[in-house]
């Protein structure tokens, strides 16, 4: 994945700021470069859980299709569904990788928080089987 400098980070400040929660949203793709993030609401951490149900991410039904649109409206296409993990690293859980058949061909960027630290990791998940992709940061321009 190639990704402009200034995108990376904007998703790793969502996850921090979002951080004991998940964050999530869609990265637009221009000419195999993610261009631009666009957060979508996690409408999972609207109702109150147990504490090993509260780490989980469910898109905004509503506000998906809008970003769905305004990124193919731009020329762009979604490329990239990111999210968080707070309290793990940034691979696929078992979750991601079984609801990954919902969106076909994108690919994941998943940020852990594990300890503080920040790893953020891209996978390609198909067949519920993931596989790293490595990251190119590149200047924002």
Known sequence: MKIKQA???AVVAHAQR???????GFIAVRDGVAEKAYRIK????????PAPLRSAFYLDPMQQLMVTQVIEDSGA????LYH????SAGEPSQTDL?????????EWLIV???????DARSWRIEDAKASEVPIEIIESG
Do not use: F, I, T, Y
């Open 77 to 80: 296409q979604v490329g990239v």
């Open 7 to 9: 995108v990376l980070d």
């Open 18 to 24: 979002e951080d004991p929660n998940e964050c999530c």
């Open 42 to 49: 996690n409408v999972a951490d609207q109702q109150p859980r």
């Open 84 to 87: 968080s993990h707070p309290r």
């Open 98 to 106: 079984n609801w990954a058949k919902q969106m076909p061909g994108v």
């Open 112 to 118: 852990g928080l594990r300890g503080g630290d920040v």
